[in-house]
């Protein structure tokens, strides 16, 4: 995560597999498979820390592509 004037952004990256070829189906199973995931851990920041977070995305490797959740 990193820290913004307005709040915080949480980035996860993810090393899964995703097929450019089966386009936007195929980022929407992997956002999907990781949202509760990715809302523990804003729960888990914005209690730690104090701090809304304002943002969330998994960064897909293999694809090359920040997706928001």
Known sequence: FFEEEDGLV?????TDYVDRA?????IC???E???TQI???AMAL???LGKRVK???????SAGQAVEC
Do not use: F
């Open 10 to 14: 949480l980035l996860d990256y993810k």
């Open 46 to 48: 914005e209690r730690l």
């Open 55 to 61: 943002e969330k995305y998994i960064y897909l490797l």
């Open 22 to 26: 089966g386009g936007k189906d195929a």
């Open 29 to 31: 199973r992997v956002r």
């Open 33 to 35: 498979q990781y949202r």
């Open 39 to 41: 809302q523990y851990y």
